[in-house]
């Protein structure tokens, strides 16, 4: 185990301190800041995933090479007396057992205690999947090799987020590789009777009918029903939103929708669930070509797809490649697109249930060259008044990324 850096505090806070709270437009219904560049030799660049909130209502996410270790590491954003800066309490290199190149944010346990992906080394060269905790303050830290990835048996390539259901299981998704050649869904489960951890391959795609290569995160209801998106195939060759029946002995797939047209093509960045039992995601093209936010209601027979947005791109943003994030209740939606928008650098937007039942859109913020191009999803505060969100471009431009705030409007 690696000592545990200390805490660094932000070197470059020069954005976020000269132009505090600043949104660049009337149009916007919030305001938006850089608050940390990430540093290389520190904690890693570019940051991949976007972040989790931890609880104590901190961003927690990774970067995916770089570091002192050289292959990514996990960072924890933290406010100081003098500002924004990372805790890092655990960087990945070449010669780690759990392997390098996390791509996902980490899914939060409680209690300092989070599960992870890496997307390159360990048993079989395809990253692994991992169990951390750590003891701020300390350089005390403690990592568990949970399962290695098969890219031939099982899949490669994990780049979307853990979900849980609740009930001590984990779901995610491989992109790539399997026994379909196209990307497969897991499940992995704790067993508190023995404290052992199981594997277990869902459905692995082919690239037909069933769809291709999901890429994004996955949504749970109460009933063990896992959903999620395909970034292609399906009857179209546009991908769509599929779901499995995860509480069964031998786990039931069906495709819900086959996407085609104008209502949006590749899914990449999966789905969230409502308290109502709705799922939101987003995707490429669309009636402007600029990608979409649809609803699926998936019913007992036929699921109803609605799209609720077309980006117009020069005016609210285009790829919205990210994940939505909902509030507690469900009526409130956000989301970011990683360009475009009304000053070229992308957006961060909403979607507000009203009264009556439709979906109101609106620009929370938008961004400029730098930073620029929001990726991977947003974690929102435990108040719901804040968001939290990594970039690609840094504030001063660079490649290395940044982490953003937006404060939402009250």
Same mark, same amino acid.
Not at 185 to 200: G, K, L, N, Q
């Given at each position: 185990?690696?000592?545990?850096?200390?805490?660094?505090?932000?070197?470059?806070?020069?954005?976020?301190?000269?132009?505090?709270?600043?949104?660049?437009?009337?149009?916007?219904?919030?305001?938006?800041?850089?608050?940390?560049?990430?540093?290389?030799? %520190?904690?890693?660049?570019?940051?991949?995933?976007?972040?989790?909130?931890?609880?104590?209502?901190?961003?927690?996410? &990774?970067?995916?090479?770089?570091?002192?270790?050289?292959?990514?590491?996990?960072?924890?954003?933290? %406010?100081?007396?003098?500002?924004?800066?990372?805790?890092?309490?655990?960087?990945?290199?070449?010669?780690?057992?759990?392997?390098?190149?996390?791509?996902?944010?980490?899914?939060?346990?409680?209690?300092?205690?989070?599960?992870?992906?890496?997307?390159?080394?360990?048993?079989?060269?395809?990253?692994?999947?991992?169990?951390?905790?750590?003891?701020?303050?300390?350089?005390?830290?403690?990592?568990?090799?949970?399962?290695?990835?098969?890219?031939?048996?099982?899949?490669?390539?994990?780049?979307?987020?853990?979900?849980?259901?609740?009930?001590?299981?984990?779901?995610?998704?491989?992109?790539?590789?399997?026994?379909?050649?196209?990307?497969?869904?897991?499940?992995?489960?704790?067993?508190?009777?023995?404290?052992?951890?199981?594997?277990?391959?869902?459905?692995?795609?082919?690239?037909?009918?069933?769809?291709?290569?999901?890429?994004?995160?996955?949504?749970?209801?109460?009933?063990?029903?896992?959903?999620?998106?395909?970034?292609?195939?399906?009857?179209?060759?546009?991908?769509? &939103?599929?779901?499995?029946?995860?509480?069964? =002995?031998?786990?039931?797939?069906?495709?819900?929708?086959?996407?085609?047209?104008?209502?949006?093509?590749?899914?990449?960045?999966?789905?969230?669930?409502?308290?109502?039992?709705?799922?939101?995601?987003?995707?490429?093209?669309?009636?402007?070509?600029?990608?979409?936010?649809?609803?699926?209601?998936?019913?007992?027979?036929?699921?109803?797809?609605?799209?609720?947005?077309?980006?117009?791109?020069?005016?609210?943003?285009? %790829?919205?490649?990210?994940?939505?994030?909902?509030?507690?209740?469900?009526?409130?939606?956000?989301?970011?697109?990683?360009?475009?928008?009304? =000053?070229?650098?992308?957006?961060?937007?909403?979607?507000?249930?009203?009264?009556?039942?439709?979906?109101?859109?609106?620009?929370?913020?938008?961004?400029?060259?730098?930073?620029?191009?929001?990726?991977?999803?947003?974690?929102?505060?435990?108040?719901?008044?804040?968001?939290?969100?990594?970039?690609? &471009?840094?504030?001063?431009?660079?490649?290395?990324?940044?982490?953003?705030?937006?404060?939402?409007?009250?």
């Amino acid at each position: 185990m690696p000592a545990l850096p200390r805490p660094v505090r932000a070197a470059a806070l020069a954005f976020a301190l000269a132009l505090p709270g600043v949104s660049a437009f009337a149009q916007d219904t919030g305001t938006g800041a850089s608050l940390y560049d990430f540093q290389a030799s %520190h904690d890693g660049s570019p940051p991949s995933g976007g972040v989790s909130m931890n609880e104590f209502d901190q961003p927690v996410g &990774v970067t995916s090479a770089d570091g002192p270790a050289g292959g990514g590491a996990i960072f924890v954003a933290t %406010h100081y007396p003098g500002g924004w800066g990372s805790y890092v309490p655990f960087t990945f290199g070449a010669d780690d057992a759990s392997g390098d190149t996390p791509l996902a944010a980490p899914f939060a346990l409680g209690g300092r205690t989070w599960l992870g992906t890496t997307s390159a080394g360990a048993g079989h060269g395809a990253g692994s999947l991992w169990r951390f905790h750590y003891i701020e303050g300390h350089l005390w830290a403690t990592r568990q090799v949970l399962h290695n990835f098969d890219p031939v048996n099982e899949g490669s390539m994990p780049t979307s987020n853990l979900v849980g259901d609740g009930h001590h299981n984990f779901y995610g998704t491989l992109s790539d590789g399997g026994p379909g050649g196209a990307g497969s869904v897991y499940e992995i489960a704790f067993h508190p009777d023995d404290f052992t951890w199981h594997f277990r391959l869902l459905h692995a795609f082919t690239g037909g009918a069933d769809g291709g290569h999901p890429s994004g995160q996955v949504a749970v209801d109460r009933d063990g029903v896992v959903y999620g998106t395909a970034r292609d195939g399906g009857a179209a060759g546009a991908g769509g &939103v599929w779901r499995i029946a995860a509480h069964r =002995a031998m786990p039931k797939f069906r495709m819900l929708v086959d996407l085609q047209g104008d209502m949006g093509a590749s899914p990449s960045a999966g789905l969230v669930r409502t308290p109502a039992g709705e799922l939101f995601g987003t995707a490429e093209g669309g009636p402007n070509g600029d990608g979409v936010v649809f609803r699926v209601r998936p019913g007992a027979g036929q699921a109803e797809y609605t799209v609720l947005h077309p980006f117009k791109g020069p005016v609210d943003g285009s %790829h919205p490649g990210a994940p939505l994030v909902a509030s507690r209740d469900g009526t409130h939606l956000y989301g970011s697109t990683a360009s475009d928008g009304l =000053a070229g650098g992308g957006t961060v937007f909403a979607l507000d249930l009203q009264p009556e039942g439709g979906w109101t859109f609106s620009t929370v913020y938008s961004l400029g060259a730098r930073p620029a191009m929001p990726r991977g999803a947003l974690g929102l505060s435990r108040d719901g008044t804040t968001l939290y969100g990594v970039t690609a &471009v840094s504030s001063t431009g660079q490649a290395s990324g940044s982490l953003i705030q937006v404060q939402l409007p009250r």
